[in-house]
């Protein structure tokens, strides 16, 4: 099938495939470390929003269980592109 990723590649958000095993440029790079700059701050910024909404009680269940969910999200990704940047070790 034309213009689908190889079962070894995963697609990232913008479309282009992800190269596992594989050593990246130094612009890819940068990429993944802008994305986990931009994630682990949305990811703070969730924590303080989560945070304010149970200690004021003005949140409701089920808006501050979404933002948690969103959360888990984040740090999944943050995850997974820590693990692009750090090169498989075979011991």
Do not use: F, N, Y
């Not at 282009?16 to 890819?28: C, I, L, N």
């Not at 990704?77 to 011991?91: G, K, N, T, Y």
Request: proline letters at 3%; hydrophobic letters at 35%.
């Amino acid at each position: 099938m034309a213009g689908l990723a190889a079962p070894s590649e995963e697609v990232s958000r913008d479309g282009r495939p992800e190269r596992h095993g594989a050593q990246m440029t130094d612009e890819e790079e940068e990429d993944v470390r802008r994305e986990l700059g931009r994630l682990r701050q949305e990811h703070r910024d969730l924590d303080t929003a989560i945070d304010a909404l149970v200690v004021t009680a003005r949140g409701d269940h089920l808006t501050i269980q979404r933002l948690k969910k969103r959360k888990l999200s984040i740090r999944d990704r943050i995850q997974h592109l820590e693990d692009r940047l750090v090169p498989d070790i075979i011991a």
